[in-house]
C-alpha cells in the first residue's frame, strides 16, 4: 500500500517521505548521530553514484546496499551484483556492478558501469573456473566468461546445437534455451529439445530435462535426454499443469499448479524411472498466496528441495525422498533465494528502489541448513 501511494504522488511523495526519515534516523541516533546515518544524506550519496558517468564500483555497492544476485564459482569464490536504480522513475540514469570474494572472504575484482534504470540488471552463473554472464536478449548476445580472477574472456556463441553433457550449464529456459560449456567457453542450444517443450532443466550429469506443452490435445510430459537422445518420460498429473523444473543428482521435481496457485509437486528420486505427487508433506500450498510466478523451487546437492516464495516463507526437506518438509526460520524477509551444493543464500532488500535500507538487508548464508544464518560481511 506504501508503495502504491508513492507511485500515485510521485516526486513530492519521496520528498515528504525523505524528510520524515531523516528526521527519525536523526532522532535514533541522538545528537552524537552523523548525517549519512540519515535518510537526506544516503539520497544525497545515491543519487550522485547514478549520475557518474564513472561510478567507482564500491560507491554503486553502498548505494545498493545489498546484492541482486550471488554466484559461486567451484572453488568457492563469490560472485556478487548490484544494481542502484532510479528511485523516482522508471526511466533514467542507473549504476550497476560486480565484485568478485575468494574463498577467504576477500575481495578480488569489481567492476562498475554507469547503466540506464530500463536495463535488466546483469546477472551470472557459476562454473568450473569461474562465472559466465547470462544474456538477456534473443540468442546470445551480451554473454562473456570471468575467470576467478575477474578476467573477461570472450565466449564463442555456436549457432549448432550441442548434445548435453555432464559439466554444461543451463544458462536460459526454453524461450532462449541456451546451454554453456565451461571446458571451450561454448554459448549453444540444446539439441533434441522438444518443439512444444516450456521448460528446461540441465543437471550436472548433463541429463537436460524439459516440460512438454502438446500443441495439440494431450497430458503435459516431463522428458528427459542426454547428448540429444530421449531416455524417457511421464506425465503431468490431471488436473494440474507443469511449473518450475529443477534437477540434481537423479533428483527431478515439478512445481504443479491449478488455478493461479501452486499445490504440489511432482518428484522423481531414481533418475526419472519412479515418479510420485507431493500434494502435502508439511508444506501449506494455500499459503503461497504470491502466484506461480514468486515461487522458489531449489535443490540442494543432496537431493533435499526447498520450496517457498519471494517475499514470503520456505520450506525444506527433512531428506532425499522429498516426502516431510518443515519451515525454515530466516532472519530477515528474503526477496530471492538460492542454493549453491548445500550453502542457503537469502538476500533481504527493498522490492523497488528505494535510497535507504529495509530491515536486515543483505546477503545471508547457511550451511547447515539454515539453523544458523550468518550475515555477509566484506573483508576488503
Not at 548521530?33 to 553502498?62: C, N, Q
Not at 501449506?284 to 516464495?309: C, F, I, N, Q, Y
Request: aromatic share 6%; net charge negative.
Amino acid at each position: 500500500m506504501a508503495m502504491a501511494w508513492l507511485r500515485k504522488h510521485g516526486r513530492r511523495a519521496v520528498g515528504l517521505v525523505a524528510m520524515a526519515s531523516a528526521a527519525l534516523a536523526m532522532a535514533a541516533c541522538g545528537p552524537g548521530g552523523s548525517d549519512d546515518a540519515a535518510l537526506g544524506g544516503r539520497e544525497a550519496k545515491y543519487r550522485r553514484v547514478i549520475e557518474d558517468p564513472h561510478p567507482r564500483p564500491a560507491d554503486v555497492i553502498e548505494a545498493a546496499g545489498a546484492p541482486t544476485g550471488v554466484a559461486r564459482a567451484d572453488d568457492g569464490s563469490l560472485l556478487l551484483t548490484y544494481d542502484a536504480g532510479n528511485v523516482e522513475d522508471d526511466e533514467g540514469p542507473a549504476a550497476t556492478a560486480w565484485r568478485i570474494v575468494g574463498p577467504d572472504g576477500r575481495t578480488v575484482a569489481e567492476h562498475a558501469e554507469h547503466a540506464d534504470a530500463e536495463a535488466v540488471p546483469a546477472a551470472f552463473k557459476g562454473v568450473r573456473g569461474g562465472f559466465v554472464r547470462v544474456p538477456q536478449d534473443e540468442g546470445a548476445e551480451g554473454a562473456y566468461a570471468l575467470d576467478v580472477h575477474g578476467k573477461r574472456h570472450k565466449v564463442v556463441t555456436a549457432e549448432t546445437p550441442l548434445g548435453t553433457r555432464p559439466g554444461d550449464v543451463l544458462l536460459a529456459e526454453v524461450e532462449l534455451a541456451l546451454v554453456y560449456r565451461p571446458a571451450t567457453r561454448t554459448v549453444a542450444p540444446p539439441a533434441g529439445l522438444p518443439d512444444d517443450a516450456v521448460r528446461l532443466a540441465v543437471d550436472e550429469r548433463g541429463t537436460a530435462w524439459s516440460l512438454e506443452q502438446p500443441l495439440t490435445e494431450g497430458p503435459e510430459r516431463v522428458v528427459r535426454q542426454r547428448d540429444g537422445r530421449t531416455l524417457g518420460s511421464t506425465a503431468v498429473p490431471k488436473p494440474y499443469a507443469g511449473g518450475i523444473l529443477v534437477a540434481r543428482g537423479g533428483t527431478a521435481a515439478l512445481s504443479l499448479t491449478q488455478g493461479e496457485g501452486v499445490r504440489g509437486l511432482l518428484v522423481t528420486t531414481d533418475g526419472g524411472e519412479h515418479w510420485r505427487t507431493v500434494l502435502a508433506g508439511g508444506i501449506p500450498w494455500t499459503d503461497l498466496k504470491r502466484g506461480p510466478e514468486s515461487l522458489v523451487l531449489e535443490l540442494l546437492a543432496d537431493g533435499r528441495l526447498v520450496v517457498g516464495e519471494e517475499g514470503g516463507r520456505y520450506w525444506l526437506a527433512a531428506d532425499r525422498t522429498n516426502s516431510a518438509f518443515h519451515e525454515l526460520k530466516t532472519p530477515a524477509t528474503f526477496t530471492s533465494f538460492t542454493v549453491d551444493g548445500t550453502t542457503l543464500y537469502g538476500i533481504a532488500d527493498a522490492t523497488t528502489s528505494t535510497y535507504d535500507l529495509v530491515h536486515g538487508e543483505g546477503l545471508w548464508i547457511s550451511r547447515d541448513s539454515g539453523r544458523e544464518w550468518r550475515r555477509y560481511e566484506q573483508r576488503g
